[in-house]
């Protein structure tokens, strides 16, 4: 699979947020956001199926 860039637009208070969460998890934040991106369309995927 062929990694893209994309660009994400938030606010400071989120980006903060992450940022915290992202270092309690010893993550990137671009790890972290992946990895609640995929968390997230597995869970529609599941949603969908019933």
Excluded: F, G, H
């Excluded at 989120?14 to 991106?37: F, G, P, Q, Y």
Aim: glycine share 0%; net charge positive; aromatic share 2%.
């Amino acid at each position: 699979m062929n990694n893209v860039i994309i660009t994400l637009r938030t606010n400071e208070e989120i980006k903060k947020e992450l940022d915290m969460i992202a270092l309690e998890e010893n993550r990137s934040l671009n790890n972290l956001i992946v990895t609640i991106l995929m968390k997230y369309l597995e869970e529609r995927k599941k949603n969908s199926k019933k």
